[in-house]
């Protein structure tokens, strides 16, 4: 029994969801013709209750279509200092936008309304890159999988209007986040400019993020889409896997939720672990006390079948999924209890 906690794009496609795939009626979706894609990003719009959708293949791909959409070169956005945007679209904001990021001191991954607020350049001091976007993100990846309350976002917004920003949320984990908070999407909806989901995460499908916005948005965004070298042919058999997802996966999300607290209890016990995060959805940060060793700890779980990750610092990370069953999360409790 192998056990991957690295991540939760690990999942594989379940044999229903293959299934699912292989009925997909599809056409060539460069000339707008797959049916399933189509579905798929009417589908996501629908739940967000937004206007339009595109299909993407990763969700890097849909944040950098955003960024563009929304700066100009030598402009700037304002993100977390952990933002995906910045440190894990591999300089992105740069290569495709030409955009410098402020980035704030926010709290495990989230910023506020009066850091944003603070950090936007006068528009008249021409010295200065002109800020002319906000990336939030939620649940936050680099910050344990933290997620806002909707009203911080509202104030954020507030924010962004009266400066004339736009507001982008790269919403991979958003799913998480609306099962842990019993949010509405709707909600979400109708506070960004731009939203970017990913269906290849927590829900379990193989590739696959949908970018949302206002059909005049979305429509400019088919060319960046295309530009980045984005635009796809029978992309329906993938787009089916989302749809397979949504239908099936989002529910359950909270089971995921429910082990990663479980394992936090267990390292709150052990003797190792100097302290842990607070678990809000399916990541878990903890760190080591000062005598253990990352790579150690890292090795040991390993000739246990136990795989999980180190973020440097004396931190390490754990995040469940679909593919965590509840025999292999009953082993990791006991493993690391024993440890
Ligand atoms: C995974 C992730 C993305 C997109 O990553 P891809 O691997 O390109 O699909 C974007 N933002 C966050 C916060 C993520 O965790």
């Not at 959708?53 to 700037?76: C, D, R, V, W, Y």
């Not at 239908?247 to 100097?274: F, G, M, S």
């Not at 878990?284 to 990750?309: A, G, M, T």
């Amino acid at each position: 029994m192998e056990i991957n906690l690295i991540s939760d794009t690990i999942t594989k496609p379940s044999r229903e969801m293959l299934v699912y795939m292989l009925n997909a009626v599809v056409g060539d979706d460069v000339y707008k013709q797959d049916p399933t894609v189509i579905e798929l990003e009417a589908k996501v719009a629908e739940i967000f209750g937004m206007e339009a959708g595109l299909f993407f293949p990763s969700g890097t791909m849909a944040n950098q279509t955003a960024i563009k959409l929304h700066t100009q070169p030598g402009e700037q956005l304002i993100a977390d200092k952990y933002a995906h945007v910045y440190h894990y679209e591999g300089g992105g904001v740069s290569f495709n936008s030409g955009v410098s990021c402020c980035l704030l001191d926010g709290n495990r991954g989230m910023i506020t309304a009066e850091q944003v607020a603070n950090a936007i350049n006068d528009p008249e001091f021409y010295h200065s890159p002109m800020t002319s976007l906000v990336c939030v993100e939620n649940t936050t990846n680099k910050g344990g999988g933290a997620c806002y309350e909707l009203e911080d976002l509202q104030k954020i917004k507030e924010v962004c209007d009266a400066n004339n920003l736009k507001f982008h949320l790269d919403g991979a984990r958003i799913w998480n986040a609306l099962v842990a908070k019993n949010q509405n999407p709707k909600d979400f909806g109708k506070l960004f400019d731009t939203i970017s989901v990913c269906l290849s995460k927590g829900l379990g499908a193989p590739i696959g993020s949908v970018l949302l916005a206002d059909k005049a948005t979305i429509h400019r965004a088919l060319r960046i889409r295309k530009i980045l070298g984005g635009g796809m042919r029978q992309v329906g058999y993938l787009a089916a896997a989302g749809l397979y997802a949504l239908e099936n996966n989002i529910t359950r999300l909270a089971e995921d939720h429910r082990r990663a607290k479980e394992i936090a209890e267990v390292l709150k016990k052990v003797n190792w672990v100097e302290s842990v995060e607070p678990v809000e959805t399916n990541i878990l940060i903890f760190k080591l006390v000062p005598n253990c060793i990352e790579k150690n700890l890292i090795e040991l779980l390993k000739q246990k079948n136990i795989s999980i990750s180190s973020m440097g610092h004396g931190k390490l990370r754990i995040v469940t999924h679909l593919d965590y069953k509840e025999v292999m999360h009953t082993y990791v409790l006991e493993t690391l209890l024993k440890l």
